[in-house]
């Protein structure tokens, strides 16, 4: 190569898969990836990418597009406007707080792209910004099947007046959607709420499979009881790699 990953510091996550394409290494059929962080050992590169890949549900697996996956130092907006309006450049030395971001990903028709910054983050947070990446690309592949199941479900909470939600951004779209009354109907609100509420849900039922997660408590997390009737959905529709499970009481003894 004419160019090491270092010399691209800042450029643009396109210019950035463009440029290291044919280096990148396969995992699956569907995945590959180029380290720019340095210092990664193969242990890591298992806990970053082996692993999370590994547990994927084969029906996600299946729905998605090929994926390339760049772990790259930092990823710095060059703006301070929304996230879907944000260039985000490649980066070697840490970003200020407001200019710092974590993942960005580029969709097109030969598949996807996905940066994740990975210099200073805890491998727990990077793992829900892949997965919540993955969830991102599988809402509009999603049989139509499930995502009615998953509608359904979502009127009935709102007709139970059932509080809270799984994520930050599905819990301000329900509260705009309840403040303007008739939450359930098949309005242009109810649509933003149910794709980010699928989004956020499916990112927790993928990252409990891989790894052992705590959902937090408080008056915004949504009760026990809903939350596993979505997981079930999820489970009954992506079904875990063999020897994985989503409820601990499913955990089958060594």
């Not at 720019?36 to 692993?51: C, F, K, P, V, W």
């Not at 994740?116 to 999603?142: G, P, S, T, W």
């Not at 998953?150 to 309840?178: C, H, I, M, P, Y």
Request: glycine share 4%; aromatic share 10%; with cysteine.
């Amino acid at each position: 190569m004419s160019s090491s990953p270092n010399s691209l510091q800042h450029v643009s996550i396109r210019q950035f898969a463009e440029h290291f394409r044919n280096d990148m290494i396969p995992l699956s059929s569907r995945f590959c990836y180029f380290s720019a962080a340095a210092g990664l050992s193969a242990d890591d590169l298992r806990e970053y990418l082996e692993e999370p890949v590994a547990a994927l549900p084969p029906a996600i697996a299946a729905l998605l597009p090929p994926v390339r996956v760049l772990l790259v130092p930092y990823l710095e907006r060059t703006n301070g406007r929304a996230k879907s309006a944000v260039e985000l450049l490649v980066a070697v030395e840490r970003p200020t707080e407001a200019k710092t971001s974590w993942a960005g990903s580029i969709v097109s028709p030969d598949g996807a792209v996905l940066a994740f910054a990975v210099k200073d983050q805890e491998v727990a947070d990077y793992h829900y910004h892949f997965y919540n990446a993955l969830a991102d690309l599988i809402v509009d592949r999603a049989p139509e099947s499930v995502m009615g199941s998953f509608t359904t479900l979502l009127r009935e909470e709102l007709s139970a007046a059932a509080n809270g939600e799984v994520d930050e951004s599905s819990w301000r779209l329900k509260q705009v959607l309840v403040r303007r009354g008739n939450a359930s109907r098949d309005t242009k609100q109810f649509k933003d709420y149910l794709r980010a509420s699928f989004i956020d849900t499916l990112t927790l039922y993928l990252h409990g499979i891989c790894c052992d997660i705590d959902v937090e408590t408080g008056p915004r997390q949504l009760a026990t009881r809903w939350l596993r009737r979505r997981l079930r959905l999820f489970r009954d529709a992506f079904p875990p790699p063999e020897g994985y499970a989503v409820f601990p009481d499913e955990v089958r003894p060594a």
